[in-house]
């Protein structure tokens, strides 16, 4: 048993712990924000991921618990510009926010714009001080070079987490990504794999190949799934 597997653990609790319910589908209604809250203590998840439109609520429902509350900045393209990214992360924090997952700006990435790809990171963290920030590569656009790139630009503007994707795009995590961005990071950051992560055995994957955390909208039936494994004989 390799390290991740030890450190995910045969637990519930663990399993959990590691998973961020995101509700992000274009169409979601505030009474789904509230079931996830819900869902959320239930199951004791890392996280619940939503819109700054709703982080007021997501954070008023989990006061006095241990499930944060992640805000999303540039959802999903990373388009909006420094700027309206710090608007959008200081909307966050003072809803109560206690991360923020931001998508970096894939234009400027893809146009070879590095100094800029850091400098807007490193505007929100100035913003976000204090608060886990998570950087969204969006990897299903990038190269292997340019996710390289994106993940030490991350970490030299302070990240705590780089993440692979919004799940938006045409392209979720994939073990190989989840591994090239590990061993670029290394010990100066974590490793977030979100995008298309709906089983058990997805999530596994993805904790023996470097994530700490996962993204999915599919928490409770993952959760569900593993209780049903462990029953089986």
């Not at 030299?156 to 938006?168: L, P, R």
């Not at 061993?183 to 058990?200: C, D, F, L, Q």
Request: charged share 25%; proline share 3%.
């Amino acid at each position: 048993m390799n390290r991740a597997t030890q450190s995910a653990g045969p637990t519930a609790e663990r399993l959990a712990g590691r998973i961020d319910y995101t509700v992000l589908a274009p169409d979601h209604t505030i009474a789904q924000v509230e079931q996830a809250c819900a869902q959320a203590l239930h199951f004791g998840f890392a996280a619940v991921a939503v819109s700054a439109y709703d982080v007021g609520r997501a954070a008023r429902r989990l006061a006095d618990s241990p499930v944060a509350v992640a805000g999303t900045v540039g959802i999903p393209f990373g388009h909006s510009g420094t700027r309206t990214k710090e608007v959008e992360a200081d909307t966050c924090v003072e809803a109560g926010a206690g991360e923020i997952d931001m998508v970096l700006n894939l234009i400027a990435a893809g146009s070879g714009r590095w100094a800029h790809v850091r400098d807007e990171i490193a505007a929100v963290r100035r913003v976000a001080d204090g608060l886990v920030l998570k950087v969204i590569l969006e990897t299903c656009y990038l190269t292997d070079d340019a996710k390289r790139r994106a993940c030490l630009l991350a970490v030299e503007a302070g990240a705590d987490f780089v993440k692979t994707s919004t799940g938006f795009g045409p392209g979720g995590a994939t073990v190989a990504d989840v591994r090239l961005m590990k061993a670029t990071v290394g010990a100066a950051a974590r490793v977030k794999a979100a995008g298309g992560i709906r089983t058990v055995a997805q999530v596994r994957a993805m904790l023996d190949a470097g994530a700490d955390r996962i993204g999915t909208s599919a928490g409770p039936a993952i959760m569900d799934e593993f209780a049903v494994r462990r029953r089986e004989p």
